[in-house]
């Protein structure tokens, strides 16, 4: 399967909320950067941040706008939709997922943070 379509897999999988399911796309390795944060290191860390981070989530699906693949990259525009019990928000985010034998190894997004905890408080 390419790059793309995993992401594609990926983006898809955030629907169903379920941080088992998430953390499975990443290698043992990995890491998610929110770039506002700190990054987060390992498969076990990221599934974890993910729980904590879906606990209040009620529902989201993301819109892909643009995605490309440049080798072992993927680049993806879309705009998060979520639901939680807190706050909704779309909000627009940019990733870069370096992938390697069909897992993510690194993934950065890039998204205005005060958008994010403006709409969650």
Request: with cysteine; net charge negative.
């Amino acid at each position: 399967m390419r790059n793309i379509e995993i992401i594609r897999n990926f983006i898809c999988a955030w629907s169903r909320l379920d941080p088992n399911e998430l953390a499975d796309f990443f290698t043992d390795g990995g890491s998610y950067h929110n770039m506002p944060t700190q990054p987060i290191v390992g498969k076990e860390n990221v599934k974890v941040f993910i729980e904590n981070f879906l606990a209040s989530w009620t529902e989201t699906n993301w819109k892909i706008i643009n995605i490309v693949e440049d080798g072992e990259i993927v680049y993806c525009e879309r705009i998060d939709r979520i639901k939680s019990t807190h706050g909704d928000v779309d909000l627009p985010c940019f990733g870069v997922f370096e992938m390697e034998k069909g897992k993510i190894h690194i993934w950065r997004d890039y998204f205005d943070l005060g958008m994010y905890t403006e709409a969650m408080s």
